[in-house]
């Protein structure tokens, strides 16, 4: 506990299991003249109450013992004259209606701005001297007056908590890149009810922002987000967006959101636009892009609180950015080594080099043909890579013998679909893939391995990947026998429709065949 020794002018105690924050707060007040006590938990807070006259309470809302829920309600039931503000840095709805319904007059998010800490102080003793001033003449209205305020209160700090919530989670659940450019546009014309919201990258290699990714609001009141780098031509690009590169690059090294209305005295603004906002997104204290908020037409005038939501939300998408940055890179490795297992498994056997490549690629190809989505290709890619990486626990004995294999070698051999699944499985990534490389040596008739499914019980993907797969094994020299010939190929190849394979998938593969696709696939492979 710290007091001063000047003639004080009210008392205020400060909460919070931060040291730093109870130190701050004491010699910034104290300086003011006030009368300041401290104390590290609600526990020690009581204390302080029992003995010490309180004009005002500021509190954390986590802290050990006592929490500042718990103590804002005791003070309430000894003195509630007393007013008591929350300071937290994880907000929630839920708190908020807590503290509210337990008496509390304000409700800070952290970092507190000092200044507006102490506008809150004044403010809030203000209140308190008429309060006690007044309590007996005009209890009844007081009352009144006191509910009103606290609904009002609880009113905006709900609408803007669910607001900063939406934010925080929206991006806490975007996994790529391409995604959260998308959002933060769309949620900017979405929560400020702009005309259109482009995102800039900026790079000190180019001259001028990059647009990549841009939302328009749509005649139903709704965004239609353009994400990626812009090649539109300019009339289609943000409607400042010739105009509006200059005064990015004028504003883009400071870290503070920009503001302006078409009356403004700020020089580059375009004459479309009625009111812009230009928030830089901070990585490592470099700007790293714009977002640039826009309203062309109509009533709508940006206010200080749009500007607080957008700032808040590109703090958010940095975070998210460096986050997806960081998994991006993660996953870009885990790929990378996974292949240099398949590498390594066909280093061991030079008949079966490529294999993978070229089976992908005829996957892709017969997933295309057959009207895939971009989503089906992107599994097959990494599931077609990776399709014989359970060869790797299968012995060199039995996986490079030059003559036929005995029954016994043969069910080893048969085990590389369920240790490549095994694999994969075990690094909690690629359910989907997973599953495809379990089966890609299932039979559409059930006489397959490893668990002897059928038809539509394997997994269509993986229907794709056994016809590209056998392809490539019979059209291919292998430890055993010399690639066979084109007729016999085919043969087996169609001959397999409906029985070995889903003759769907073999229709496809007749298509690309009779076009020469399957051929350039094979000789494009090293």
Not at 252 to 267: A, G, I
Request: glycine share 6%; proline share 4%; net charge negative.
């Amino acid at each position: 506990m710290t007091l001063t020794t000047d003639a004080p002018k009210e008392t205020l105690l400060f909460v919070d299991d931060e040291e730093s924050i109870l130190e701050v707060a004491s010699e910034y007040f104290m300086a003011k003249g006030y009368h300041i006590l401290t104390a590290e938990n609600g526990r020690l807070a009581v204390d302080i109450i029992e003995k010490e006259k309180i004009d005002c309470c500021f509190t954390d809302i986590n802290m050990p013992e006592m929490d500042g829920l718990e103590l804002a309600e005791y003070i309430r039931t000894v003195d509630n004259t007393i007013p008591v503000i929350i300071m937290t840095g994880y907000p929630s709805l839920d708190n908020t209606i807590r503290t509210l319904k337990n008496g509390v007059v304000d409700f800070l998010i952290k970092p507190v701005n000092l200044n507006q800490l102490e506008i809150c102080v004044k403010r809030v003793l203000r209140e308190r001297q008429l309060f006690i001033k007044n309590i007996f003449l005009t209890q009844e209205v007081e009352g009144k007056n006191r509910i009103e305020n606290l609904n009002r209160e609880l009113t905006y700090k709900v609408e803007e908590l669910n607001t900063l919530n939406r934010i925080m989670t929206d991006f806490a659940t975007i996994d790529s890149s391409f995604d959260l450019f998308k959002r933060v546009v769309d949620l900017s014309t979405e929560l400020t009810h702009a005309d259109e919201a482009c995102f800039y990258v900026i790079n000190e290699a180019i001259q001028r922002p990059v647009q990549v990714a841009r939302s328009v609001a749509g005649g139903n009141g709704g965004p239609h987000a353009q994400p990626g780098p812009s090649t539109a031509p300019d009339d289609e690009q943000c409607a400042c967006n010739k105009d509006i590169s200059q005064l990015i690059l004028d504003n883009c090294d400071e870290d503070k959101p920009l503001l302006v209305h078409e009356n403004s005295n700020v020089r580059g603004v375009p004459e479309a636009i009625r009111s812009l906002m230009l928030v830089p997104l901070i990585i490592r204290k470099k700007v790293f892009g714009v977002l640039a908020v826009s309203s062309l037409n109509g009533n709508v005038r940006f206010s200080e609180k749009d500007l607080y939501y957008m700032s808040f939300m590109t703090n958010k998408a940095a975070y998210a950015i460096e986050n997806v940055a960081l998994y991006e890179n993660i996953y870009e490795n885990l790929l990378a080594t996974l292949y240099a297992f398949v590498g390594a498994i066909e280093a061991r056997d030079p008949y079966t080099e490529q294999h993978s490549n070229r089976v992908t690629r005829i996957a892709i190809a017969l997933c295309r043909g057959m009207g895939g989505s971009q989503e089906e290709q992107d599994i097959l890619n990494v599931a077609g890579q990776l399709h014989d990486i359970g060869k790797i626990g299968i012995r060199d004995d039995i996986l490079l013998k030059p003559g036929r294999l005995t029954d016994e070698e043969f069910s080893i051999i048969k085990e590389h679909p369920v240790i490549g699944a095994n694999i994969v499985e075990r690094l909690g990534l690629w359910d989907r893939e997973k599953n495809i490389i379990r089966c890609h040596h299932e039979r559409f008739d059930g006489k397959g391995y490893p668990d002897g499914l059928a038809g539509e019980k394997i997994p269509m993907l993986a229907r794709i990947l056994s016809v590209a797969d056998v392809y490539d094994a019979i059209a291919s020299d292998r430890a055993y026998r010399r690639r066979m010939e084109e007729a016999k190929i085919l043969e087996i190849m169609y001959g397999g429709s409906g029985t070995q394979f889903d003759a769907g998938v073999i229709d496809s593969f007749r298509s690309l065949y009779d076009q020469g696709v399957i051929k350039a696939i094979n000789e494009a492979s090293p």
